[in-house]
């Protein structure tokens, strides 16, 4: 795929279940808090925002698992239904609109290194972090750190 391509594609462990996104994500996020590290299992969580609709499936069908959040408000994860790897999920209020894919099921992951990293109170010590990407030790305000046309779309998408 030619670095400048404008559509990604990625999928499960197993590949029962392919995806399709026809255009980059808005923003990308590093999440280093404790709900992220379980769930990973690892040190953090990193999910590219996109629109739902920009989301195909090409191959299966993903099962969606109601699943706890930090938020309390829960996120629904959408897992193979054979593998159960994690694609992508959505959270709260916002509802299918916009989807956090889990940048690390992509063919190339590389492609998206992450926009911010969040909740970075939480960072397990030996993580370092790069610099000149933006940290916020929780949340931060949509606002203030999207590019304005990421911003628009999502402005957009949740109508
Ligand atoms: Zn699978
Ligand atoms: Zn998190």
Redesign the pocket.
């Known amino acids: 795929m030619p670095t400048d391509s404008t559509s990604f594609e990625g999928g499960c462990t197993c590949r029962a279940v392919r995806y399709r996104l026809t255009s980059k994500p808005m923003f990308v996020h590093c999440?280093?808090?404790r709900?992220?590290q379980r769930e990973t299992g690892a040190s953090f969580?990193l999910n590219a925002m996109i629109e739902s609709q920009r989301v195909l499936v090409l191959a299966g069908v993903p099962d969606v698992v109601n699943t706890p959040s930090?938020s309390g408000k829960g996120q629904r994860i959408a897992r193979c239904p054979a593998c159960w790897i994690a694609l992508w999920s959505n959270y709260g209020g916002a509802g299918d609109l916009i989807r956090f894919v889990r940048v690390g099921t992509l063919d190339e992951p590389d492609r998206f290194p992450p926009d911010i990293h969040?909740?970075t109170a939480s960072k397990q010590p030996w993580v370092v972090l790069p610099p000149g990407v933006p940290a916020v030790p929780e949340y931060y305000r949509t606002q203030d750190y999207w590019p304005p046309e990421s911003y628009a779309r999502r402005t957009a998408a949740l109508g």
């Open positions: 999440c280093h808090c709900w992220c969580a930090n969040i909740f």
